[in-house]
């Protein structure tokens, strides 16, 4: 059985995690006022984990990219008159293209980052196992960050 490379997955994160285009996330709120940083880095690890437990083999950089960029739509949603429900729908689309802006995405990365809201993207759905661990990974990490406060 094929295993994953977690060195390989984390060194490519890390990296990512040190891109200052990447860090703009920092700038930005979102799931009672966690940074949009610190949400990217937490689904990255949670979806890497989850493949663990699945015994999914997954293709490590496109995990890690796509993870950390999901919700790269660069604003905080109380601060720009966007409808709740209109942000929920449309932000995957915002976030793929201001990452191809920087990054050069392949076709499966940018599917991870359209069809993370999935069910919601009715027409981007997850095609691939990296897709999947993150649309569930992004929920997980957003249930469990709404039940915090953060303050900084
Ligand atoms: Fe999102
Ligand atoms: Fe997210």
Redesign the pocket.
Known sequence: MHRNDEKRFYRILRELENNPHVRELERYRQHRGNTAFR?CCG?AEASFRMAQRFGWRVDERALARGAML??YHLYTRQHIHINPLRHLIEHPRRACSNAERVFTLSGKEKNIIRS?MWPLTLFHVPRSREAFLVMLA?KWC?LREMRTRHEN
């Open positions: 949400h689904v999901h919700d993370h992004d957003a």
